[in-house]
């Protein structure tokens, strides 16, 4: 079983959907989604994205260059990284279950 850190299930987040997105793009969705809670540096970034490369979750795509510029490394999810994202989120909500079953949050209405 993977663990994945919190950055990296953001990154996986991001590219869920079947976008191809540039590490801008993804730093950018991540802080829109957490209303800025989470700011990815590039170095913190490109780490995870190295990693999760290495480990099958994520693939580099070619994508086109943008007016006239150098072409941006883009990335893609892989089937095992939505298997993954999947069983992270899964378990995340049992640990929300969790907390509702202490009254650390409201139920659900």
Known sequence: MTVLSPQAFQILLSLA????????AI??????????EMQL???TLYAAIK????TGLL????????????PRRCYRITRSGLATARREAESLAR?????????LLPGRT
């Open 59 to 70: 693939v580099e795509v070619d994508a086109p260059a943008e007016s006239g510029g150098a």
């Open 17 to 24: 959907g079947g976008a191809e997105l540039h590490g801008y």
């Open 51 to 54: 990693r999760m490369v290495d």
């Open 41 to 43: 540096t590039a170095s």
């Open 95 to 103: 640990t929300v279950d969790m907390a509702r079953q202490k009254r």
């Open 27 to 36: 730093v950018q969705d991540i802080r829109e989604r957490t209303s800025g």
